[in-house]
C-alpha cells in the first residue's frame, strides 16, 4: 500500500483554506457595498465616502485574489515546470495599485469638501453602518490571519492588509461622524478622510513591497537560511554547506545547495546523505522542494558569492 505523500496533503489543506479564505472576503465586501453605499446617500459624508471607496476597491482586489488563487494553486504543468505561484505577487501589485488610485481620489473629494464645507445629515445612521462593519471585518481578519499562518500566503496577506485598514478607516469615520454631529465641526469629515488618504498610500506601499519581494525572487530570511545550513551541517558526513539559494513561489518553497562530502565515500553513499538532508529540511519546511548537489570537500571550484552569504 502507497504511503499518503505529506508534502501533497499539506498543499491540498493549504489550497482548501486560501479559497476559503477569498470566498469569504468576497462576501464580507459585497455586504459592506450594499451598507456603506445606503450609509453615504443617506448622510453625504465624506469619511463615509471614503470608507465606501476603499470597499469598492477591496472588492475589485478580493476579487483579483480569488482568480490568482486558483491560479497559483493550479499544479505544475509542461510550460510551468515551477508552478503559477507568481500569481499571487501579481495580484498582490495589482492591488496595490488600486490602493494608490482611491486614495488620489479621496484627497479630490476631500480638497472639494473643504473650500465647501457641508454639514453631515442623518449621522447616527452612518455610525450605525460603521459600527456593522467594525464587527463583520473583525471576523474576516481573525479568520484571514488565521489562514496566512498556516499558509503563509502573499495573496490572502495582502487582502488582509485592506480589511485592518477598514477597521481603522472605520472606528475613525465613526469619530468624525460623531464630533461633526455634536459639535458641529463641518471641515473633521473631509480632514478625516485626507488622514485616510495617507493611511491608504501607506498600505499600498507595504504590499507592492512583498509582492516585488515575491516577484524578484527574494532569499528566504536570513535566520531561515541559518537555519537550513544547521540542518545540513546536523549530518556529520556533510562537513560544509555553500551556493545556498532559496525563493519562494505561491504556497511553494525552493531551496538549492551544495553539500561537501569526504572525497572517498562512495556515490550511493553520498546519495543517501543528500536525501537524509532533504527530509531534515523538508520535516521544517514541508512546502519546500529541495535540490541538493555532493561535492567532495577539498577541491577548489569556482563558486557562485553574494552578499547575502
Known sequence: MTEPDPRAALLARNGALMKRATYAS??????????????????????????LLDSLLDAAASLINLFAVRTALTPADREHRFGHGKAEPLAGLAQSAFIAGSSVLLVLEAVRRIMTPQAVAHGE????????????????????????????????DADSLHYQS??????????????????????????FALVISAYLL??????GQKALDRLMDRELPDPDRARIRAIALAR???????????RSSGPDLFIQMHL??????????SHEVADAVERDVMAVYPNAEVIIHQDPSGIEEPRKTFAAG
Open 26 to 51: 468576497v462576501a464580507v465586501v459585497a455586504i459592506l457595498l450594499v451598507a456603506k453605499t445606503a450609509a453615504w446617500l443617506i448622510t453625504d459624508s465624506v469619511s463615509v465616502l471614503s470608507s
Open 202 to 207: 501607506r498600505t499600498s506601499w507595504m504590499i
Open 125 to 156: 445612521v452612518g455610525v450605525a453602518v460603521m459600527l456593522f462593519s467594525v464587527v463583520l471585518t473583525v471576523a474576516l481578519v481573525a479568520y484571514q490571519r488565521h489562514v496566512i499562518r498556516l499558509t503563509q500566503s502573499v495573496a490572502i
Open 236 to 246: 556529520p558526513e556533510v562537513r560544509a554547506v555553500h551556493d545556498l539559494r532559496s
Open 260 to 269: 561537501e562530502m569526504d572525497g572517498g565515500m562512495s556515490l550511493l553513499r
Open 166 to 191: 477598514d477597521l481603522l478607516i472605520n472606528i475613525g469615520v465613526i469619530l468624525s461622524l460623531a464630533l461633526s454631529m455634536w459639535l458641529d465641526w463641518r471641515a473633521l469629515d473631509p480632514l
